[in-house]
């Protein structure tokens, strides 16, 4: 398969599909009973020890990942609550589902709520997941066999707006920088710092503050992307703002990520989504660009 396309142009992608209602409003639904929006893409099993080389079976022989597009054990699946569509990811299988599009200069908001069961190799940890964005080229290119190359908007309890880069992508983020074995933290009052490949700060830092719903209620995500920005909110709260979203090549040359296709990962722990909607922007919202202006006292 060839390298995924990024689509500069939303409103053109868009526009052959958009029912009336959703003109009108500027957002448009993801999701539906058929997840007709959607592909899927499925690795493997993880077990304790991971170490982030290629899972071997019994025999000691290589595993294949279970691919694209299909699902035997039903990782991926639509349940209606109160008459709408939710999605029900199991979390069973690391993987994700991936839109079939590619999205630039966007407002994306979800709601997710966690399950109850957890897998291997989290049975004792915090429920996992997350949003992925900008996400390009084949799966299971990062440490986890996984996911696309991408930027990630963490789900994770109590963590949730955290960032990670996957595979090669990097972004500078404003935060306070780690010391000693205290992790960076998000902070609209610092300037940039690297984060990501190449960068001595890693490719890790915590959002701002827990802004989670409490157990059993959904959350509110919200990602606002435009160019090479983007700024991550939870139930309303910015936790993150992040510019020069970037790639690094195995050269260090850097290639700027202002597009590309949206993931929702299955990592270990069941987890819930429903009224995912995107619409277009022509501009960073006046609300959040002042966040990328020198920072205030």
Not at 52 to 74: A, C, F, H, K, M
Not at 161 to 176: E, M, V
Not at 181 to 194: C, G, L, T
Not at 265 to 272: D, R, W
């Amino acid at each position: 398969m060839s390298r995924l396309p990024v689509s500069l142009a939303l409103a053109v992608l868009l526009a052959a599909s958009v029912p009336v209602a959703a003109q009108d409003t500027g957002w448009t639904s993801l999701l539906d009973a058929e997840l007709s929006a959607w592909r899927t893409y499925l690795s493997f099993r993880h077990q304790p020890g991971y170490d982030g080389q290629p899972p071997v079976g019994p025999d000691g022989e290589p595993l294949s990942p279970v691919g694209y597009d299909t699902d035997p054990d039903g990782v991926f699946s639509v349940v209606m609550e109160d008459g709408e569509p939710v999605l029900r990811v199991s979390g069973e299988v690391y993987g994700a589902v991936f839109t079939r599009r590619a999205f630039a200069d966007y407002h994306l908001r979800l709601k997710v709520r966690w399950g109850e069961a957890v897998w291997p190799p989290r049975e004792t940890l915090l429920r996992d997941s997350g949003v992925l964005y900008h996400s390009t080229g084949e799966a299971g290119v990062d440490w986890w066999r996984s996911w696309m190359l991408a930027q990630e908007f963490q789900i994770m309890e109590g963590h949730t707006g955290d960032y990670w880069n996957i595979a090669n992508a990097a972004a500078d983020i404003r935060a306070f920088p780690p010391e000693g074995d205290i992790d960076p933290i998000a902070s609209v009052r610092q300037p940039f710092r690297p984060f990501g490949a190449g960068s001595p700060l890693g490719g890790f830092c915590l959002r701002s503050a827990d802004h989670e719903s409490p157990a059993g209620e959904w959350t509110l995500l919200e990602l606002v992307t435009v160019g090479d920005r983007a700024v991550h909110i939870v139930n309303g709260h910015v936790v993150m703002v992040l510019d020069a979203l970037r790639e690094v090549g195995d050269d260090g040359a850097e290639r700027p990520m202002t597009g590309g296709r949206i993931q929702l990962q299955s990592e270990a722990a069941e987890v819930f989504f429903k009224d995912v909607e995107i619409r277009p922007l022509d501009r960073m919202p006046r609300e959040y660009a002042a966040y990328f202006d020198a920072p205030s006292d």
